[in-house]
């Protein structure tokens, strides 16, 4: 059996390698899926207070942290495993002059790593896997 740091390795390298179709396929706003079905839906649950921290995981190219950013989140940190993804999160998030979006380098896998990290944060988004809960 792999061990979890080798099949994270494998997971980000498949990532890599479609970042830039995965991009291109998501946008902006989200294909129809996402700008219809999930972006709708996330608003809907979160149901944010002004002022309150969302820590969105496995951001992709930050599709939901822009969105929950503009519909009233006081800061927003987009987390991926995957550096070609957080770039395309980073660079969409600039050209849209988003200035409470925050991004960092986080997999995931490392459960030690998030757990502690989780504490902070009002909501918890995992945008690729679209699931909201309470973070507290």
């Known amino acids: 059996m792999e061990s979890i740091e080798s099949q994270s390795e494998q997971n980000?390298?498949?990532w890599?390698?479609?970042?830039?179709?995965?991009d291109d396929s998501i946008g902006d706003d989200g294909n129809d899926f996402y700008a219809e079905v999930v972006l709708p839906a996330i608003v809907e649950l979160?149901?944010?207070?002004?002022g309150e921290?969302?820590?969105d995981l496995a951001s992709g190219n930050g599709v939901v942290a822009r969105k929950l950013a503009l519909a009233g989140a006081g800061s927003v940190i987009a987390t991926d495993g995957c550096p070609a993804l957080l770039d395309k999160a980073?660079?969409?998030g600039e050209q849209a002059?988003?200035?409470n979006i925050g991004y960092d380098s986080l997999d995931v896998t490392k459960v030690n790593?998030?757990?502690?990290?989780?504490?902070?944060?009002?909501?918890?988004?995992?945008?690729?896997?679209p699931?909201?809960?309470?973070?507290?």
């Open 97 to 99: 002059e988003i200035r």
């Open 53 to 55: 921290q969302v820590l």
């Open 113 to 129: 790593e998030l757990d502690e990290l989780i504490q902070s944060y009002e909501w918890l988004v995992i945008s690729r896997q």
């Open 131 to 136: 699931l909201v809960v309470p973070a507290k």
């Open 46 to 50: 979160v149901d944010l207070r002004a």
């Open 90 to 92: 980073i660079f969409r």
């Open 12 to 14: 980000i390298a498949r």
């Open 16 to 22: 890599r390698a479609i970042a830039e179709s995965w």
